[in-house]
């Protein structure tokens, strides 16, 4: 297999890793799950470097040198992702600190938006079949909704 093949399924597997533990409730997979994310964003900015010399003057013909746009985009998107790890880390080890563990819980205020969510969509299907239903009955062929 050609090493760009393997960079891009190590990427696939770095994002679906990295996001699969972001949807997790623990700020600990969270924390893992965003170190992933990050390093995979960082493999795949690496494989848009065309490969080549240093972009040292005088060390390298300027045709044949490496772009150093990706390397440069690498350090500041290492930079970000610590910043974010040390944050979150200080978020997880607050609440292990006060609560016992660093799970997030659903507070009164989600349940009550959820519940009202889960009600108006029931209200809006049962509006939408009524009304195809009447259009039907007047002989219209459109759906609801649609033009």
Do not use: C
């Amino acid at each position: 297999m050609k090493p760009s093949l393997i960079m891009l399924v190590a990427v696939g597997v770095l994002f679906a890793a990295g996001v699969t533990l972001l949807l997790e409730r623990t700020l600990t997979r969270v924390l893992l799950g965003l170190v992933l994310v990050g390093n995979g964003a960082n493999l795949l900015i690496l494989l848009t470097a065309a490969p080549g010399g240093p972009p040292i003057v005088g060390t390298t013909e300027p045709g044949e040198m490496t772009d150093p746009l990706p390397q440069a985009m690498i350090l500041t998107a290492i930079v970000i992702t610590l910043g974010m790890t040390a944050f979150l880390l200080a978020l997880a080890y607050r609440s292990w600190r006060l609560v016992g563990h660093d799970e997030v819980q659903d507070d009164i205020e989600d349940r009550r938006i959820m519940a009202m969510a889960e009600r108006d969509e029931g209200s809006d299907a049962a509006d939408a079949d009524t009304d195809a239903d009447t259009d039907a009955a007047d002989g219209d062929v459109t759906r609801a909704g649609s033009s």
